[in-house]
């Protein structure tokens, strides 16, 4: 399952930076202040373990950020980029190709759903998330409805931090600061976390269907002819785990095919098995038009996203151009030639290893550790899915600061979790065991226990 244990190089030998030596960078949604007082650092990685500048063995209960699906430098993932680097660092994806970003949108196309496959490649989910959203607006003007220009995000979704993610995300911190600049035309639907009908659900809730219905209201409000797309994530992820209520993505996906409006699912989190199913589209059984990817693609190794398109979608749009560039769009590095290796080597690893198949198979005995924290204080709610934890916390006098203690308090111990406010949010890799998940739930239930 797992590659021989790896040495892990002396980095304190070369350097590792200490406090009062950190202020050069500017961290990115981080406490910088309070982080460059008291600095956690990573030096090392393997399977399913960091080691910090201590060197203590930090178990990653979160897949770094929910992107190391496979664990933490797999020999096939570092020995292909390796390789690649030697024989092809770069090529211009403008005008010019090179094989591997052809072979890897051929090899997504077979593993996606029916109807995705057409593939651009992007750098990260952010890219992915303003790729989507263009490409919505292209299609609708390639097929003569150019008046389709507003999107419909969620309240509590999260899309990157482009300004075209933070438009349609909402995340009330992250757009506050920038909102005078955001994109026009932009609604949002309700989110579905209701602690009063949902709260301890096991799987999918069985209130909360009806939310979609705010999607027929927006059409009836403003017309059908001036939404271009709805966006969501199928789980939401960063704002605490929210999972879909039963028969909620239906509902949305029959809206939209009613009035013509693009569905676009965010699998940025949920993209890769981390459902235990290739994709969220999978697990849930409805196809979105559009699908962005990021994270998992590569298992974290180099930076990668991509966008999964319907071929109506492509065709619409090449078709409205008769010579030339059809879609004026892509980066430097779309499909740059590391991260197709990473990529194809991850694929590999994750059909010899069924990883999917794996998360699938652990699934419940994730599920019964999660709910097994009922009772503990503070606790307010647990959600699980495939192998994704919700635990909500009571807040406390500042919004996170209980979550945030748990956090420290667990990485003390030395088990990485990660906090939305005040939810701890768990999404291991996927290679982990039960003897491990044991121990994640154990530091995670002293550390809820001694937080005030
Ligand atoms: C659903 C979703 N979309 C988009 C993004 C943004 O991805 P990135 O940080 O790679 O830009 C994330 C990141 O966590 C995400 O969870």
Redesign the pocket.
């Known amino acids: 399952m797992t590659d021989s244990l790896q040495t892990v190089p002396d980095h304190t030998s070369v350097g590792v930076p200490r406090a009062g030596t950190l202020d050069a960078q500017w961290m990115p949604f981080t406490a910088n202040r309070a982080f460059k007082l008291a600095p956690r650092m990573l030096v090392a990685a393997k399977d399913m373990h960091y080691t910090d500048a201590d060197g203590r063995q930090v178990l990653d209960g979160t897949a770094g ?2 992107c190391v699906n496979a664990g933490h430098c797999r020999k096939p993932i570092t020995e292909a980029i390796a390789e690649q680097a030697a024989v092809l660092d770069y090529a211009p994806g403008f005008q010019m190709g090179h094989p591997l970003s052809f072979a890897l949108a051929e090899r997504l196309a077979d593993m996606l759903p029916d109807g995705l496959d057409r593939i651009f490649f992007v750098n ?3 890219e992915a ?1 303003d790729t989507a959203l263009k490409m919505a607006l292209a299609y609708h003007r390639a097929r003569g409805e150019p008046s389709r220009v507003s999107f419909i995000g969620r309240e509590r979704g ?4 482009g300004f075209g ?1 933070i438009s349609v995300g909402g995340i009330q911190n992250n757009r506050q600061a920038f909102a005078a600049q955001l994109l026009p035309h932009i609604g949002h639907l309700p989110h579905t976390h209701d602690l009063e009908h949902n709260a301890y659900t096991h799987g999918q809730p069985a209130w909360g269907a009806h939310l979609a219905d705010g999607l027929q209201r927006m059409v009836a409000e403003n017309g059908a002819d001036t939404i271009a797309a709805v966006i969501i ?1 199928p789980v939401a ?2 704002t605490g785990v929210l999972i879909p209520p039963a028969g909620y993505l239906e509902r949305l996906r029959a809206i939209c095919d009613e009035h013509g409006i693009l569905l676009i699912f ?1 699998e ?2 949920t993209g890769f098995g981390r459902l235990g199913a290739p994709f969220a589209a999978d697990r849930f059984g409805v196809t979105p038009d559009v699908m ?1 990817v ?2 998992g693609l590569t298992n974290g190794a180099v930076p990668m ?1 991509a966008v999964f398109a319907r071929r109506g979608i492509y065709d619409a749009v090449l078709g409205a151009t008769e010579r030339g560039i059809e879609f004026f769009h892509g980066y430097t590095y779309s499909g740059h030639p590391l991260a197709c290796a990473a990529a194809l080597a991850t694929l590999d690893l994750y059909r010899e290893e069924a990883l999917f198949d794996r998360a699938a198979e652990l699934a419940p005995y994730w599920e019964d550790a999660v709910h097994s924290l009922r009772g503990l204080p503070h606790i307010i709610d647990l959600r699980a899915i495939g192998l994704v934890a919700g635990i909500e916390l009571e807040g406390r006098d500042v919004i996170g600061a209980r979550g945030f203690d748990v956090f420290l308090d667990c990485f003390e111990q030395g088990v990485l979790t990660r906090v939305a406010a005040d939810t701890v949010a768990l999404s291991p890799p996927l290679i982990i065991d039960r003897e491990q998940v044991d121990r994640l739930f154990d530091a995670l239930t002293r550390a809820i226990r001694r937080v005030a």
């Open positions: 950020l929910w990260s989910g952010s998330v999260y899309h990157g931090v993610g994530e992820g960063s965010d940025v989190i962005t990021a994270k996203g």
